[in-house]
């Protein structure tokens, strides 16, 4: 295990081989192209390597940690190392699945990427904080399953004890599938401004939609006595619309 373990990235290890396998058994092909993010020491690539993906894409942050990587993969001609913050880097290949043990601080962030790219990927195996996965699980709208949902269904997979990590979090996480709709609830050039539009909402979600809308001509048409997080998606999505007509 790496010794210098760097707070400012967000590194937390996942050090328990069984979790470690339960992931990878997640992965029901082989011959897939995988990108994998924050591969840190490599203890999770090494069993993504073991499912045969064609092509298996490392994008780290950390330049200590490309260098051991480097070392560890030098012949290993399925592997292609990028060494870069994985929220500048375009994603081009076309991945049939991108996994992940996420760093808590940019998960978030990391997620929406993943969700509005032009060509999003048909599966993402992703880890989060458990609070976080119990929100985009949660069947009330919040201001990240609105969007992400436009995109792609989520299963959960299974919980990770906190005392699996090493440097111990202060809490458990959770393992997370998303799957690809065959049909997108939200056109690409229609993303910027739903953001725009459920960001507005859900920074007021205690006030009634009549109050936060009320300079658009929607009566009749939306029961606006409602909260925003009481909205169906596809109800939350024809409001959108309505106001940008």
């Not at 707070?7 to 058994?25: A, C, E, M, P, T």
């Not at 609105?146 to 989520?154: A, D, K, M, N, R």
């Not at 229609?190 to 809308?213: G, P, Q, V, W, Y």
């Amino acid at each position: 295990m790496p010794t210098d373990l760097k707070k400012r990235y967000g590194q937390n290890y996942l050090i328990d081989q069984n979790v470690l396998s339960k992931i990878s058994n997640l992965i029901h092909s082989d011959n897939l192209k995988i990108l994998e993010i924050g591969p840190g020491d490599g203890r999770l690539t090494d069993k993504i390597i073991s499912r045969k993906p064609s092509l298996l894409t490392l994008v780290e942050i950390d330049k200590d940690l490309i260098k051991n990587l480097n070392d560890k993969y030098l012949y290993n001609k399925i592997i292609k190392l990028v060494n870069t913050d994985i929220l500048n880097y375009e994603i081009k290949n076309g991945y049939d699945l991108i996994i992940s043990n996420l760093p808590y601080n940019t998960s978030s962030q990391i997620l929406v990427k993943l969700s509005i790219m032009s060509v999003i990927t048909d599966t993402l195996i992703l880890m989060f904080q458990k609070e976080f996965a119990q929100r985009l699980l949660e069947k009330k709208l919040n201001a990240i399953n609105s969007l992400v949902c436009c995109f792609y269904s989520i299963s959960l997979n299974f919980h990770v004890s906190k005392n699996c990590f090493r440097p111990v979090p202060k809490v458990d996480s959770s393992v997370l599938t998303f799957k690809k709709m065959e049909n997108k609830l939200l056109n690409i050039e229609e993303i910027n401004n739903f953001i725009i539009f459920k960001r507005n909402l859900f920074s007021h979600k205690r006030k009634s939609l009549k109050n936060l809308l009320k300079k658009y001509d929607l009566k009749n048409k939306f029961d606006l006595n409602l909260r925003v997080e009481d909205l169906k998606l596809n109800e939350l999505i024809n409001i959108f619309r309505a106001v940008s007509s």
